[in-house]
């Protein structure tokens, strides 16, 4: 006889393998590199991500494809990866700047991300703004 708890272990184990396997389609969006203090022109990027992957991901594999972008970013322990740099351009705590993560639905709609870099994930469509600011 298979107990309750047994069966729901073993779903919890397939579920997963499924996901993935359903999942493993690029998903395209708009990346938008905007520096907000120096007025400088906005740089767009396509990159792809796995359907359900991480901005991170995303990220890493573009700068390994496209010359003209690239980041640097610092692991915290306790809140992730923290976006320190883009394309050259650095956030810094002494100028109150830093690199702000929104995201724009096809409605036009922006909105600032409640969650990092390492945690974000891009939706089919979106624009993904890398916003140079200042608070």
């Known amino acids: 006889m298979v107990t309750p708890a047994l069966l729901l272990v073993v779903l919890l184990l397939f579920v997963p393998w499924t996901v993935t396997q359903k999942n493993g389609q690029d998903s395209d969006f708009e990346l938008v590199v905007v520096n907000s203090i120096l007025n400088t022109k906005n740089m767009t990027y396509l990159p792809k991500v796995v359907t359900g992957g991480i901005l991170l991901g995303a990220m890493k ?16 322990l306790n809140y992730g990866p923290y976006l320190e740099s883009v394309n050259g351009v650095f956030g810094n705590h002494k100028d109150h700047t830093y690199w702000e993560l929104l995201g724009q639905s096809v409605d036009d709609n922006i909105t600032r991300a409640n969650v990092g870099i390492g945690c974000y994930i891009p939706r089919p469509t979106e624009m993904v703004i890398l916003n140079y600011t200042s608070w």
Request: aromatic share 18%; net charge negative; no cysteine.
């Open 61 to 76: 594999t573009l700068e390994a494809s496209d010359s003209d972008f690239n980041f640097t970013y610092t692991e915290d």
